[in-house]
């Protein structure tokens, strides 16, 4: 029987042509869509979930009470780590973690700037880094080391192992030795750094680190199986009322503790310092979107294969005279809707492979279709069924509904109902469509407003660049040199950057004649 059904729906998807084609067409651009939202999603649900540590990695955050201004941030005193190990049983690891940096590191004649971090020496414990060379419990647990990434070790050194040992000078103005070479982050790290260096390095050269009232880098730990993390939370509260002696009325701090996999996320407070939103707002945003797309795909089927029942009513008229039940009817039409679908969801992979690199660009990530796992293929299963049930439950109801005397006779008459209800669909799918149009348009012609924007000064043949390394201390010289160069107008030193944590590097503002100026000029002026 179900052999019966499938060479009928396969005979009527290659008699009507052109109705298949719509249909399926529109069944694949929905699907399409709605495939690269749910793998958007899945991408970012699972950034910070690569470590096997995951349930027992959290970072500690403080809420500051201030003049009854409640202000949470992910910044605590760059001691707190070792104290909390040191202190409270219920810690296993803990490690400061700095503020990624862009750095100067030079071995031989090869110089080139890195993105990198400070880390105290349980980090990759806690984290579990593949380590290609050194191990986890040593590769930080001096001042002079450093660890490198796979990238970094083949740019300097070839090899990972043939970067072990050596010595890199940083900055120029201290040599480290390379004690670990991990491999490069995984695409669904929040954190991305090719190097990290030893925590009491970052403190001997910022003593304001060492200070209970000073804050800035994160603090991470990691508790024992079995620690009940809001038992923990309620422990640590007044954690810091014994170190920071400068806390008074009106000015107090407490301690609150959150998943690390979470802070990507969740990484907003409200006003009562207490987590709330981030950016899994995009997350059910777009999950609404996707959703909305799949319904105007399965109502647009619906609604062309209401349309073109006049057209099968003397098939089932004449079906149900021979003994055919509505049963067997319902069964037969949602089969041909599945078959409908199960094309669509082929065609609708093919085309998502072929945009996955146009919208990794868009979206700056680097989404695979993960079609070796038995997730991805049970979720695709699930749409299929899912989506040939929606669309061609309708349908399949209301062309078994024929009454086979009317039809035999001529044409079938709707009742108001059922007109009702399919003119209720086509109002439905617009109304969707206009919303989602409406929508992208705002939101298109508000990244076009910040784009073209009047800021009140010409931007136009503008370069500005970081002055790194010895660059900031030997500005007059780079002048003079930039102002004897053609194409250039005029040279500007901003302001030193300076924050929280200390005073970062300066940038120079360059106006050239024209964009062609070469980019080999500018670096040679450097």
């Given amino acids: 029987m179900i052999k019966n059904y499938f060479k009928i729906a396969l005979r009527n998807l290659v008699k009507h042509k052109t109705f298949s084609f719509i249909n399926i067409t529109g069944l694949v651009l929905g699907m399409a869509c709605s495939l690269l939202i749910m793998l958007w999603i899945n991408d970012e649900r699972s950034i910070d979930k690569f470590s096997k540590n995951t349930n027992q990695i959290y970072s500690v955050y403080e809420r500051q009470y201030n003049d009854n201004k409640i202000n949470s941030v992910h910044h605590t005193p760059g001691v707190l780590p070792d104290e909390m ?50 191990t986890a419990a040593a590769v930080l647990n001096t001042p002079s080391t450093i660890a490198i990434s796979r990238k970094m070790a083949s740019d300097f050194f070839g090899s990972a192992q043939a970067a072990m040992g050596k010595t890199i000078r940083f900055e120029n103005k201290r040599d480290f030795i390379i004690s670990g070479v991990y491999e490069d982050l995984p695409q669904n790290s929040s954190e991305r750094f090719d190097y990290l260096i030893n925590w009491h390095a970052f403190l001997e050269d910022h003593a304001w680190a060492k200070e209970w009232s000073n804050n800035g880098p994160q ?24 170190y920071n002696k400068q806390q008074g009325k009106g000015y107090h701090l407490e301690l609150g503790v959150q998943r690390y996999d979470d802070i990507y996320l ?24 996707a959703i909305f797309i799949l319904l105007i795909a399965c109502v647009n089927f619906m609604n062309l294969t209401t349309a073109r029942s006049i057209k099968r009513a003397r098939e089932i008229g004449v079906r149900k005279v021979a003994g055919a039940l509505r049963s067997a009817l319902i069964f037969q039409f949602i089969g041909e809707a599945i078959l409908f679908v199960l094309i669509a969801v082929v065609i609708a992979i093919l085309l998502v492979q072929l945009l996955l690199p146009t919208f990794n660009a868009l979206t700056h990530k680097q989404i695979l ?47 108001s109902a059922a007109v009702w209800f ?10 969707l469509s206009i919303v989602l149009i409406i929508g992208s348009i705002v939101v298109s012609n508000q990244i076009n407003y910040i784009q073209t924007k009047d800021l009140g000064y010409d931007r136009e043949n503008l370069v500005y660049i970081p002055l790194e390394g010895d660059l900031s201390k030997q500005y007059l010289l780079l002048k003079q040199q930039a102002m004897n160069t053609p194409g250039i107008i005029s040279l500007k030193l901003q302001h030193k950057l300076k924050m929280a944590q200390g005073e970062r590097s300066g940038m120079v503002k360059i106006r050239i004649q024209s964009p062609c100026l070469p980019r080999r000029q500018l670096a040679m002026i450097l």
Avoid at 268 to 285: D, T, V
């Fill in 85 to 134: 190990k040191k202190v409270l049983p219920e810690v296993q690891y803990a490690s400061s973690l700095a503020w990624v940096t862009t750095s100067l590191f030079k071995s031989g004649d090869k110089i080139i700037n890195e993105k990198g971090n400070f880390a105290g020496p349980d980090f990759f414990t806690m984290f579990g880094y593949t380590l290609l060379q050194g």
């Fill in 369 to 415: 279709l993960p079609l070796s796992d038995i997730h991805f293929w049970i979720s695709i299963s699930v749409l299929t069924f899912g989506t040939g049930l929606l669309s061609g439950s309708y349908p399949a109801l209301f062309l078994s509904s024929f009454n086979p005397v009317v039809v035999l006779k001529g044409l079938p008459k709707f009742s």
């Fill in 266 to 289: 969740h990484s907003h407070f409200n006003s009562k310092g207490q987590l709330e939103g981030g950016r899994i707002e995009y997350i059910r945003l777009f999950s609404i979107v």
């Fill in 219 to 242: 603090t991470l730990i990691m508790l024992r199986s079995g620690t009940d993390p809001v038992a923990f939370e309620k422990k640590i509260v007044h954690f810091l009322d014994t």
């Fill in 422 to 431: 399919r003119e209720g669909l086509v109002v439905f799918q617009f109304a």
